[in-house]
């Protein structure tokens, strides 16, 4: 069942935000299709760019919203994070799709409710940075419980 969630709900939406940001998150979505493929998602992810997500977080998956996954970024504090870590923009850009693309599995699938908010954040980061670094999808599947490849 669809759902009707609208990030201005909760969020600010960015009203300018970065094109640059605005074309790699694009260019990731084009891409990544087998990625949602093989997570069982009913549609690509719908990302919306917000302001001040607080704390340390420059994006987040919206739970409940598995279905239809929606991501709202951050980017003046993603791109703050990527300055701090010293990696591109395309370097930060994409594994944080790949994060969030993991919460929503574990949403969807219901593993977040087995497991404490600490073991669900290093499972998606190993699913985000095995993807990232080899570009395998079936390495990066073996790190999200309940996957088969």
């Given at each position: 069942m669809p759902h009707e969630y609208d990030p201005e709900?909760?969020?600010?939406?960015?009203?300018?935000?970065?094109?640059?940001?605005?074309?790699?998150?694009?260019?990731?979505l084009k891409r990544h299709g087998f990625i949602f493929d093989a997570l069982h998602f009913d549609e690509p992810?719908?990302?919306?760019?917000?302001?001040?997500?607080?704390g340390s977080h420059v994006a987040r998956y919206i739970n409940g919203t598995r279905n239809m996954p929606v991501i709202v970024i951050d980017i003046p504090a993603l791109l703050d994070a990527a300055k701090e870590y010293g990696v591109e923009m395309e370097d930060a850009v994409e594994p944080t799709l790949l994060h969030e693309y993991g919460h929503a599995?574990?949403?969807?699938?219901?593993?977040?409710?087995?497991?404490?908010?600490?073991?669900?954040?290093?499972?998606?980061?190993?699913?985000?940075?095995?993807?990232?670094?080899?570009?395998?999808i079936n390495e990066a599947l073996k790190q999200l419980p309940g996957t088969t490849s």
């Open positions: 709900w909760d969020y600010e939406l960015d009203e300018n935000p970065n094109k640059a940001v605005q074309r790699l998150v694009d260019k990731y992810p719908r990302v919306h760019f917000v302001t001040d997500l607080g599995y574990m949403d969807a699938t219901g593993y977040h409710e087995e497991m404490s908010e600490d073991e669900e954040e290093d499972r998606v980061e190993a699913f985000a940075h095995t993807y990232w670094m080899t570009g395998d």
